[in-house]
Nanobody, 116 residues
Framework: QVQLVESGGGLVQAGGSLRLSCAAS????????MGWYRQAPGKQRELVAI???????NYADSVKGRFTISRDNAKNTVYLQMNSLKPEDTAVYYC??????????WGQGTQVTVSS
């Protein structure tokens, strides 16, 4: 069993910051990549940012320059620092882990609400 525990969501005013964390535990085989996705009401889930074990990153165009993804391999934890938040960033944010066997695991989601 693999567990992903997310934290850090909440309500913030536009222009503010939040930091999300996701810790993976359990029988997980060699994490290859960790990432964050989000889903706004009535929209499809979309990639926000992803980081490989080696530290390579990829961001959605909409968050480039505002969000930063990082990871602590020793703790199997991924972070998402979100700055200059906009109302359109409002969504449920999900952590995803891809292991060395290309199996993916999802967190339960954490709500981020940005008020204007």
């Amino acid at each position: 069993q693999v567990q992903l525990v997310e934290s850090g969501g909440g309500l913030v005013q536009a222009g503010g910051s939040l930091r999300l964390s996701c810790a993976a535990s359990g029988s997980i085989f060699s994490i290859a990549a960790m990432g964050w996705y989000r889903q706004a009401p009535g929209k499809q889930r979309e990639l926000v940012a992803i980081i490989t074990r080696g530290g390579n990153t990829n961001y959605a165009d909409s968050v480039k320059g505002r969000f930063t993804i990082s990871r602590d391999n020793a703790k199997n934890t991924v972070y998402l620092q979100m700055n200059s938040l906009k109302p359109e960033d409002t969504a449920v944010y999900y952590c995803k882990v891809l292991d060395g066997l290309l199996r993916d695991y999802w967190g339960q989601g954490t709500q981020v609400t940005v008020s204007s």
